[in-house]
């Protein structure tokens, strides 16, 4: 019996077709993976860098702004830094509202001393003395007689009972009272201002609405019932526009 031999049934040509066509399915996929390796590293590399790039965009700028020092400030010497800060409180000293009070402190002194400039005439002394016994004061200052404090405000020229009272300015003898405190009062106004005369005898040498002349006699002293216990003398107040100010302010000066 012969033995039977197995023989391939495939020629050479085939098996070598075979071959060459894995070795190109191969070499398709090589190129298939090593081109998305690229493509995923270059994605990865510009994401980096665009994240980066933003980073440094939005950080540097918020660090500026906090901290508000530039790069010559950071450079400066202790030195400089305090002369540059002794300068700026210097500038803001120099600003300050200094000149502002200056002219609100001037404007309030006017303003008090204003009834007195609206005394355009110069007023004489009531009394040949010219000399002062007690002076304007608008604080309270102790009364002898009175046991008290208060203000004082007239001025009191010293003089001798029955010694002539001369009017200070022209004016109309508005009124002529007598009072418990400054005995009789002879009141003398114009269109500004007016001035009582306090402490004048009862016995005057003018009557109501006479029209009088600076200079002229208008009475004698007297008493005046609330400073008793000075020496004898007269008490003069001027009013402007109802407020009463330092007749010694308004009167002529003999210098």
Same mark, same amino acid.
């Given at each position: 019996?012969?033995?039977?031999? /197995?023989k391939?049934?495939?020629?050479?040509?085939?098996r070598?077709?075979?071959?060459?066509?894995?070795?190109?399915c191969?070499?398709?996929?090589?190129?298939?993976?090593?081109s998305?390796?690229?493509s995923? =590293?270059d994605?990865l590399?510009?994401? *980096?860098?665009?994240?980066?790039?933003?980073?440094?965009?939005?950080?540097?700028?918020?660090?500026a702004?906090?901290?508000?020092?530039?790069?010559?400030?950071?450079?400066?010497?202790?030195?400089?830094?305090?002369?540059?800060? #002794?300068?700026?409180s210097?500038?803001?000293y120099?600003t =300050?509202?200094l000149?502002e009070?200056?002219?609100?402190?001037? *404007?309030?002194?006017?303003?008090?001393?204003s009834? &007195?400039?609206?005394? &355009?005439?110069?007023?004489?002394?009531?009394?040949?003395?010219?000399?002062?016994? #007690? *002076?304007y004061?608008?604080?309270?200052?102790?009364?002898?007689?009175?046991?008290?404090?208060?203000? /004082?405000?007239?001025?009191?020229?010293?003089?001798?009972?029955?010694?002539?009272?001369?009017?200070?300015?022209?004016?109309?003898?508005?009124?002529?009272?007598?009072?418990? #405190?400054y005995?009789?009062?002879?009141?003398?106004?114009?269109?500004?201002?007016? &001035?009582?005369?306090?402490?004048?005898?009862?016995?005057?040498?003018? #009557?109501?609405?006479d029209?009088?002349?600076?200079g002229?006699?208008?009475?004698?002293v007297?008493?005046?019932?609330?400073e008793?216990?000075?020496?004898? /003398?007269? /008490?003069v107040?001027?009013?402007?526009e109802e407020?009463?100010?330092?007749?010694?302010?308004?009167?002529l000066?003999? *210098?």
């Open positions: 019996m012969k033995k039977y031999k /197995h391939s049934t495939k020629k050479p040509t085939e070598v077709g075979f071959y060459i066509a894995l070795s190109i191969l070499v398709a996929v090589g190129l298939a993976v090593y998305t390796y690229t995923v =590293s994605y590399s510009s994401d *980096e860098e665009e994240y980066t790039s933003s980073l440094t965009e939005t950080t540097v700028p918020v660090a702004d906090v901290t508000g020092v530039t790069e010559a400030e950071t450079t400066a010497t202790p030195d400089e830094a305090e002369a540059e800060t #002794r300068e700026k210097m500038a803001l120099e =300050s509202t000149p009070t200056e002219d609100v402190d001037a *404007e309030s002194d006017l303003d008090s001393l009834p &007195v400039f609206k005394v &355009v005439d110069s007023l004489i002394y009531p009394v040949d003395s010219k000399s002062i016994l #007690r *002076e004061s608008e604080t309270a200052v102790y009364n002898g007689t009175m046991k008290d404090y208060r203000p /004082h405000t007239g001025t009191d020229f010293t003089a001798k009972k029955g010694e002539n009272v001369y009017a200070m300015c022209d004016g109309v003898v508005k009124s002529i009272s007598f009072d418990e #405190r005995g009789v009062i002879i009141e003398v106004t114009n269109d500004v201002y007016t &001035v009582y005369y306090c402490g004048v005898d009862s016995d005057t040498n003018v #009557r109501m609405k029209q009088v002349k600076q002229d006699v208008i009475g004698t007297s008493q005046i019932p609330c008793s216990s000075d020496p004898v /003398h007269l /008490h107040e001027v009013k402007v407020e009463y100010i330092d007749p010694l302010a308004v009167i000066s003999d *210098e």
